[in-house]
């Protein structure tokens, strides 16, 4: 079936490197990926968005970057801080799926003194 | 000014006892949904409701039953639990107008069924 994944379920950098957390999807009929910050305890707060007529999109300290031809979905923090620390999961949305977001498994982020 | 909210954070209760969970946004969306996330982290929908309307329901037993009073307000309503049903429940909200409309989460229930 098509599911959205990611290639590692924990990731651990140091305290200023950069983040690069993937995710894998296989729905080519998606249309628009979140990316999603889950700390302990709490439920997923938005971070960034990008729509599939996009390859890329930048905030604050993050960007996200979108390759359809084998899509992949990346998610680079800059700077990482000791608050980057949580579980991140990217969803995705299919065409006409009334709103329905499908979310991947989770990456892991953990950042080092 | 918390943007959705879930009543109880905690809730621990007997297998077979019937329990409900609320939710209510703020944000004036026309959207609601309710996830269940397992022990391991995963994330999956089970209902979604756009203007009271039910409009996602996914293959979940019928002992879970949601209610929306109004658009701000989402209740999950679960009958005879089971120990299956230990989880986290999250409640969030969304806006159907607009193409780039992110869902915004509550900060879960944790159910636990003893």
């Known amino acids: 079936g098509e599911s959205v994944g990611l290639h590692l379920p924990t990731l651990s950098v140091q305290e200023g490197d950069n983040s690069i957390i993937n995710c894998a999807y296989s729905?080519?009929?998606?249309?628009?990926f979140i990316w999603y910050k889950q700390e302990s305890g709490k439920g997923p707060q938005f971070i960034i968005d990008i729509r599939s007529n996009m390859d890329k999109r930048q905030g604050q300290r993050v960007t996200v970057l979108l390759n359809k031809t084998v899509k992949h979905l990346s998610l680079q923090i800059a700077a990482t801080q000791p608050g980057d620390s949580a579980v991140y999961f990217c969803a995705e949305r299919m065409t006409g799926s009334a709103r329905q977001l499908t979310f991947g498994s989770g990456t892991q982020l953990t950042v080092l003194p | 000014d918390t943007a959705v909210s879930q009543t109880p954070k905690y809730l621990v209760t007997q297998m077979g006892n019937d329990k409900s969970i609320k939710c209510e946004q703020n944000?004036?969306?026309?959207?609601m949904y309710w996830y269940k996330q397992d022990s391991k982290k995963f994330l999956k929908i089970m209902f979604s409701y756009n203007n009271k309307e039910l409009i996602i329901n996914e293959t979940v037993p019928n002992r879970f039953s949601p209610k929306s009073p109004d658009k701000a307000h989402l209740n999950l309503h679960i009958n005879s639990l089971e120990l299956g049903d230990s989880a986290v429940y999250f409640c969030?909200?969304?806006?159907?107008?607009?193409?780039?409309?992110?869902?915004?989460f509550g900060d879960g229930t944790r159910l636990s069924i003893l």
């Open positions: 969030a909200s969304s806006q159907s107008r607009g193409s780039n409309q992110p869902q915004h």
């Open positions: 944000l004036g969306h026309d959207t």
């Open positions: 729905n080519s009929a998606s249309d628009y």
